[in-house]
């Protein structure tokens, strides 16, 4: 299961909180309130998947789901 960004240790349900207190509806928005997802990158589209669902506990995507998740972000 996929629960936070490994390259910075932030798990969704801390990412969830900030994003619900500051109103962060997209990726930027919410980095300019916390740091996460700019070494790999690969947490995009889980945290986009999270901005729009609340769910904050992801199994692992695949290509296509990723990618359709991050068309949505964009």
């Known amino acids: 299961m996929v629960t936070r960004c490994v390259c910075f240790n932030q798990s969704f349900v801390d990412l969830r909180k ?5 109103k962060a509806r997209t990726i930027g928005e919410l980095q300019q309130h916390v740091t996460f997802g700019r070494n790999c990158c690969r947490c995009h589209p889980y945290v ?3 901005l729009v669902t609340g ?4 199994a692992v995507m695949d290509e296509d789901e990723a990618a359709r998740w991050l068309a949505q972000g964009s």
Not at 18 to 22: D, G, M, N, S
Not at 55 to 58: L, R, Y
């Open 55 to 58: 769910e904050t506990v992801f």
């Open 18 to 22: 900030i994003a619900r207190k500051t």
């Open 48 to 50: 986009i998947k999270m």
